[in-house]
T-cell receptor, first 117, second 110 residues
Framework: GAGVSQSPRYKVAKRGQDVALRCDPI?????LFWYQQALGQGPEFLTY????????KSGLPSDRFFAERPEGSVSTLKIQRTQQEDSAVYLC???????????????FGPGTRLTVL | KQEVTQIPAALSVPEGENLVLNCSFT??????LQWFRQDPGKGLTSLLL?????REQTSGRLNASLDKSSGRSTLYIAASQPGDSATYLC?????????FGSGTKLNVKP
């Protein structure tokens, strides 16, 4: 595929359910980012991977949020015991460079819209 | 923490107008600044990237400037078209993460 893909595109969960959101980055991209975008707001950083290493998880809002990228390609964002405030669009982005930025561009997926009832 | 503000939050203009979108930030310690476009139901598309050492970048009808000393960036769109209608986000990059503004929602009327 030419771009970053995410699945599912839409997810409805009942409060308390666990959800798993998948991101397929562009092949060969070293860096992978997850963002949370609330309605009418800009994306907020959640976590950053360099290959399989999670180098920064400072944006994860609680210990209910967990992300992994075990083989340095596909990543999964898991949310346990979902709450209504978790409703948002979750965006994944990847970039080629070891250190994103400094001349590099992030490529974003279309996002997963999560609605928690 | 880096704070990014975009003004105006929404803008409606007739086709053909030149327009300026504004972005201000509080911390000048950045690697780069990017302007993104977001269409409903889609991800973000990078429009322009300005390195910390640069003052501006141009691509077609778009020109972005960066003034770190004043904590400001502007995105200039020349001869706007209905296809330019979207939300425009500025984002500052440092320490492995982007800090985004809330965006300017642009509507260009035919």
């Amino acid at each position: 595929g030419a771009g970053v893909s995410q699945s599912p595109r839409y997810k409805v969960a009942k409060r308390g359910q666990d959800v798993a959101l998948r991101c397929d980055p562009i092949s060969g991209h070293v860096s992978l980012f997850w963002y949370q975008q609330a309605l009418g707001q800009g994306p907020e950083f959640l976590t950053y991977f360099q290959n399989e290493a999670q180098l920064d998880k400072s944006g994860l809002p609680s210990d209910r949020f967990f992300a992994e990228r075990p083989e340095g390609s596909v990543s999964t964002l898991k949310i346990q015991r979902t709450q209504q405030e978790d409703s948002a669009v979750y965006l994944c982005a990847s970039s080629l460079a070891r250190l994103a930025g400094v001349g590099d561009t992030q490529y974003f997926g279309p996002g997963t819209r999560l609605t928690v009832l | 923490k880096q704070e990014v503000t975009q003004i105006p939050a929404a803008l409606s203009v007739p086709e053909g107008e030149n327009l300026v979108l504004n972005c201000s930030f509080t911390d000048s310690a950045i690697y780069n600044l990017q302007w993104f476009r977001q269409d409903p139901g889609k991800g973000l598309t990078s429009l322009l990237l300005i390195q910390s050492s640069q003052r501006e970048q141009t691509s077609g009808r778009l020109n972005a400037s960066l003034d770190k000393s004043s904590g400001r960036s502007t995105l200039y769109i020349a001869a706007s078209q209905p296809g330019d209608s979207a939300t425009y986000l500025c984002a500052l990059y440092n320490f492995n993460k982007f800090y985004f503004g809330s965006g300017t929602k642009l509507n260009v009327k035919p």
